[in-house]
């Protein structure tokens, strides 16, 4: 059961001041705040008053007589995605990060015929602006901006190309300069060497091409096993290179790439 | 109080109606116990050791059965004490806790229309989130996300 | 008195106009037309179309105050996209209003579900034709126009609690009967205050109340009874706090919850029409109507319609004081709002009454110079 | 009149969100009340299961709207305990900053519903106004205004930009002086008294039989506090005192509701010293793959059979704007949690009407239900 104590002094602040008459102080504070606002109130006229001019930052901060400006450190906000095709190497992570699902690895024109590159495509009817994306962007060319009007008439419009994002990146607007401190991650990617065929894909769909196929030499295979006639090839993957996107592992078609935490 | 003393009263008490107090991080622990003693453990844990305020009751689905669990708060002790009870999966029932701390009724509501777990002698229990005459219990494993049409035909037939 | 009134000059169309149409009909007809009843008619229903535009835009633009001062108490800027400072805002939103759909719910009552919003718009418009504006500037300079005016004024609690028995709505019939029991219960303080007024005055016809306040405005000897007045309107006119009937926390919209589209706009409108009445009552009672202090410089009160600007400048300050009280204070209960009523405002009416004879009397007394114009 | 059933809600103005409250009045006296929630149901548990840990903060944010902070930290000292993972001094003191400011935010979001409920509607504009700046702080170091997504599994997002912390005491100075406006237009209004003293009154023992935690309880009189009674976080480092209130009524919720701004300032201003003499890391150093910043996919079902990831449990309770939030998380050894159960204060809080308010009037409803402080969102999770 709860000690049922009673207020001490100072902590139901008000309850000491008794009014002095019935409705004067309210009244005199409205009438403070109408003198106040009478000139410049500190509501902004949005479409033609913009938080993410500076001018207007600080006269509206001046008039009103607030401690700080309205949006000061406005470049940090999350909004819209500016994609910058040419440094994007297709790795998927912002893909794999979204917890909405709602981006998509589209084709972009650029990459060699065989392995099309591929970039995100953001459904903004879906997106919840978390920024998980853009934090796992190992390249940094998925940022967030500050640009948030994304009014459309239909839901096909609210879904964003590479080519739209990437519009958004040259426009210059002012990128969320947050760095996420991604924690140290010792688990890397690991090879099963007895399994592996040295079949190239690995290092074929790498998108940093950390991935280089060494000669192996393949002394002694198991008892009874058919020895291929070609020169054994193991995919030695350069950890300082590597993202972890974990492409390697899904196109690996004999399933002898894994995680782990080399001893 | 620790949590050996409180297993100790508590077995000394009931019994074999005890399967076990558990260490629990945060917690004074974990009283498992079974079902056929509900009322009289939740009389016993208001009354004799204090603990006024029931702030959670929830159910797990362990798939082969179902786990009911309450958790305590003692404004003595200043501490956290959690009950927990299996419950067969085709029969999930449990005395319940509302004639002991009225709050029960709403999280005891929760938990029959999440996980399907009836609670005996509860006075109005009924659907609290999903529509009234819906087929699944949600929170069960059995019970997919997507599968949209499937729910829109099982509200519609009711 | 010579100035060209407004009831001279609408005389003055209609004859023209009659004399004018008189020329196409035959003799006996003609004579007719242009006889004293058929001008006077004539002349009254020109009188009252002006007198309703007048009225109608007035209430407009009152809302337009009432958003923009209220902005301002509240840090905010109100209307101001529509014309200049959002002058035109709510023309804009009657002619939205006027465009949408009127419609009843179908087991409303149907007569009194269309009556309602119509004669409480009437009975409120119809107010401002005995209200004197300005010297000249009122319809008939009845005896009783006070009497009048507030019998008139509440006429309302009637058809509020028509519109919303007949709506079939559980938050308009509370709302109703809500509008009912306060609108009955703040007669009372009203009249009261009204009677210290009148016999201060000595008279029940509005312009002798404002000439007999050349000498002095009567807010000043009964100060009282102007707060009791300022709140008997407040609660009359069902403005916060005292907007228990349209309570929008639990009752939705009160005893309009049910109307929309234009019918909801009449019942908006004929609201306003009641502020500005209120607000014109009380700059006739007790600030002086549309005359100024004498020790203002002349060039303030001789320029054309000096009176009636003076007159509508006044009411609209007095409105601002209602606003200000909505942007300060919440809304209170019924019970509270009754027992105020009863217990403080009648009271408090009774003992202005008493001071207005006190300072009747206190002319009379030779020693302080008796003025014995007073009284009638 | 005879008794009738009034539907107040789902869409009313004094639900705040979307409930009914189904009332049976006779005249205007309340006989009967019956809470009915779920419009707002969206199967946060379940979808938790299906989630990363870390997406499930993205939830979080959702459950409660206007204390997006409070529920993130209510998570994350849960998922923390089930995943092992002890996090930076700092990013505690961060997360108690940041939880302190949604604290202020949402009672100063409390202050201007309740206020408009009892017909005024000025300090709704003041309220939306300050804590508008509060919204600015957030959005300067999280980057979101509603939904922030800023505390992690094993730390927070990133650290406090440059000369935040004077941005932050300077917000305080001002909150302080707003909090004495706030009380001049209500606490020295005697129409505000009329309408809230003596209403829905709660007793302190009937409340804790009640389940009804926070505020409510604490203007019954009782000191319960779960900062000071089981501190999380870094709360036992810092010093506040618990706000509490006698008359259990709908005055003393404002109290005690008020004093807490004040005490979330004072205990602001401490982590503000403190982070500013403590530079550090905001994110535990060693944390599991699937923890970490780039969620790369987890690989073969063959391989999910090698992994070795701890199991465990994680209880945590706190002391959120609205109450007394609960978590309890199951991990049973994978990337997502077996089962996450969420207490909602405001479910409890709202279901207690049945007893705090038959006796009084239907005008009474807004007042009392205002006081409550009703947050659908985390009410139908």
Redesign the interface.
């Known amino acids: ?8 002094p100072g ?5 000491e ?1 008794k ?1 002095l008459l ?2 004067t ?7 403070r ?2 003198a ?3 000139w410049r ?3 902004v ?1 949005y479409p033609f008053e913009r938080l993410e001019d500076p001018k207007f930052r600080g006269e509206v901060a001046v008039a ?1 007589g ?3 400006g ?5 470049d ?3 909004g819209v995605h500016a994609l910058n095709i040419n440094t994007c190497i297709s790795c ?2 912002c893909a ?2 979204c ?2 699902v709602c981006i998509e690895m589209v084709t972009v024109p650029g990459g060699d015929p065989k392995h099309p590159k591929k970039c995100p495509q953001i459904d903004y009817g879906k997106c ?5 994306c853009s ?2 962007c ?1 390249e940094g060319c998925l940022s ?1 901006t500050t640009r948030y009007e994304l009014t459309a008439h239909k839901r096909e419009e609210m879904v964003y190309s590479p080519a739209k994002m990437f519009e958004v990146y040259k426009s210059k607007l002012p990128m ?1 300069p ?10 890397q990617i690991l090879l099963d060497p007895p399994i592996c065929i040295g079949c190239n894909a690995c290092a074929r769909d790498c998108p940093t091409q950390c991935i280089t196929m060494l000669d192996i030499p393949k002394t002694t295979p198991k008892p009874g096993e058919k020895v291929p006639k070609r020169i054994w090839k193991e995919p030695v993957i350069n950890d300082s290179d590597c ?4 492409t390697c ?2 196109v ?1 078609p004999k ?1 002898c ?4 935490t080399r001893q | 109080m620790k949590t050996n003393e409180l297993a100790a009263r508590l077995t000394s008490k009931f019994g074999e109606g005890i399967l076990g107090v558990d260490e629990f991080p945060g917690l004074l622990g974990r009283v498992r116990f079974d079902a056929a003693i509900a009322s009289k453990l939740f009389h016993t844990f208001r009354d004799d050791l204090g603990f006024a305020h029931l702030t959670m009751v929830g159910a797990i689905d362990w798939i082969d059965h179902r786990e009911v669990f309450y958790t305590l708060w003692s404004d003595a002790d200043r501490v956290y004490v959690m009950l927990s009870a299996n419950l067969p999966s085709d029969a999930p029932t449990i005395a319940s806790a509302v004639p002991v701390w009225p709050s029960a009724n709403a999280h005891e509501r929760e938990a029959w229309d999440l996980v399907g777990i009836r609670f005996e002698g509860h006075p109005d229990l009924r659907r609290i989130f999903m529509p009234e005459g819906y087929a699944y219990h949600p929170l069960l494993r059995s019970f997919k996300i997507h599968e949209p049409e499937d729910l829109e035909v099982k509200v519609r037939s009711e | 008195m010579s100035t060209i009134t407004l009831f001279s000059a609408s005389d003055a169309i209609a004859a023209f106009l009659l004399a004018h149409i008189a020329y196409v009909f035959p003799a006996p007809v003609k004579g007719w037309i242009t006889s004293g009843d058929v001008v006077l008619g004539l002349a009254s229903l020109i009188f009252g179309v002006i007198l309703l535009g007048a009225s109608m835009i007035n209430t407009i633009m009152l809302i337009w105050w009432e958003r923009k001062l209220l902005g301002r108490f509240m840090d905010r800027r109100g209307a101001m996209h529509v014309g200049f400072a959002g002058l035109l805002q709510n023309f804009a939103d009657g002619l939205k209003l006027f465009r949408k759909d009127t419609f009843r719910p179908s087991k409303a009552d149907s007569l009194g579900f269309w009556m309602s919003p119509t004669a409480y718009m009437v009975t409120s418009v119809v107010i401002f034709g005995i209200l004197p504006i300005s010297t000249g500037w009122n319809g008939g300079s009845l005896p009783l126009t006070l009497l009048l005016a507030l019998v008139i004024f509440s006429f309302a609690p009637l058809f509020i609690f028509l519109g919303a028995w007949a709506s079939n709505n559980k938050y308009a019939l509370i709302g109703g009967m809500r509008s009912a029991a306060q609108m009955i219960a703040y007669e009372v303080p009203i009249l009261l205050a009204v009677v210290a007024v009148v016999v201060l005055s000595g008279s029940f016809n509005l312009t002798t109340i404002v000439l007999e306040q050349r000498n002095y405005w009567f807010w000043a000897p009964l100060f009282l009874a102007l707060i009791v007045f300022l709140t008997g309107m407040l609660a009359e006119m069902e403005r916060i706090p005292f907007d228990l009937p349209e309570a929008e926390a639990e009752l939705v919209e009160g005893w309009n919850t049910e109307y929309g589209g234009m019918l909801f706009a009449f019942f908006m409108l004929a609201d306003y029409v009641r502020y500005l009445v209120g607000s014109i009552l009380v700059v006739l009672l007790f600030l002086g109507g549309w005359t100024l202090p004498t020790y203002v410089p002349s060039a303030l009160t001789s320029f054309p319609l000096a009176g009636i600007f003076w007159f509508m400048v006044k009411a609209y300050l007095v409105f601002g004081g209602f606003v200000w009280v909505r942007a300060s204070l919440p809304r209170i209960r019924t019970d509270q709002l009754l027992r105020l009523g009863w217990m403080r405002m009648v009271p408090l009416a009774l003992l202005s009454v008493v001071l207005a004879a006190l300072v009747v009397a206190a002319h009379c007394l030779p020693v302080l110079g008796c003025v014995p114009s007073m009284g009638g | 009149m005879s008794e009738m059933w009034v539907n107040m809600g789902p869409q009313h103005p004094m639900t705040h969100g979307l409930w009914n409250l189904r009332v049976r009045i006779e005249g205007e006296v309340i006989k009967d009340v019956e809470p009915e929630m779920g419009y707002l149901h969206r199967g946060i548990e379940k979808i938790s299961e299906d989630r990363h840990y870390n997406e499930i903060i993205t939830l979080m944010d959702r459950t409660c709207y206007v204390a997006g902070l409070a529920w993130e930290q209510l998570f994350i000292v849960a998922a923390e305990q089930a995943l092992h993972i002890t996090p930076p001094e700092r990013a505690e003191y961060i997360r108690v900053l940041s939880a302190e400011f949604q604290r202020i935010a949402s009672h100063i979001m409390w202050y201007a519903a309740f206020v408009q409920d009892i017909g005024l509607m000025t300090p709704f504009l003041y309220g939306m106004r300050d804590r508008d700046l509060i919204l600015d702080l957030f959005q300067s170091y999280t980057g979101g205004r509603l939904t922030y997504e800023y505390m992690r599994v094993g730390g927070v997002r990133n650290d406090l930009p440059l000369g935040l912390t004077d941005r932050c005491r300077k917000v305080c100075d001002w909150l302080m002086d707003r909090f004495v406006e706030y009380d001049r237009l209500c606490l020295s209004s005697t129409p505000f008294h009329e309408r809230c003293d003596g209403l829905g009154v709660l007793e302190a023992p009937e409340a804790i039989a009640y389940g009804v935690t926070g505020p409510m309880l604490r203007s019954a009189g009782s000191r319960r506090d779960l900062r000071k009674d089981r501190p999380y976080s870094v709360y036992d480092k810092l010093q506040f005192d618990v706000a509490t209130a006698t008359t259990a009524d709908v005055t003393g919720r404002y109290l005690v509701r008020m004093e807490e701004m004040r005490q979330a300032v004072r205990i602001i201003r401490q982590c503000l010293d403190w982070l500013d003499d403590h530079p550090g890391p905001v994110m535990a150093a060693q944390l599991p793959r699937w923890l970490g910043a780039p969620y790369a996919p987890v690989g073969n079902e063959a391989y999910l059979l090698k992994r070795n990831y701890p199991t465990g449990v994680g209880f945590s309770m706190v002391e959120e704007p609205h109450g007394e939030a609960g978590a309890y998380i199951v991990n049973d050894g994978g990337e997502h949690p077996y089962r996450v159960k969420f207490r909602s204060p405001v479910l409890i809080n709202i279901w207690a009407s049945k007893r705090y308010l038959p006796g009084y009037r239907v005008a009474d409803i807004p007042p009392i239900m205002g006081s409550v402080d009703v947050c659908v969102g985390e009410c139908d999770r």
Do not use: H
């Open positions: 059961m709860a000690e049922p104590a009673p207020s001490p902590e139901a602040p008000g309850t001041e009014p019935w409705v102080r309210p009244l005199a504070t409205a009438a705040q109408f106040k606002s009478l109130p500190s509501t006229i009103s607030r401690p700080i309205v949006g000061e450190i406005w940090n906000y999350r998927n992570l794999f990060s917890p909405d919840s602006f978390c920024g998980f934090d796992a190992p967030m969320n947050i760095r996420v401190e991604r924690p140290k991650n010792e688990d993202v972890r996107c974990g592992i899904s690996c399933d790439l894994f995680w782990g």
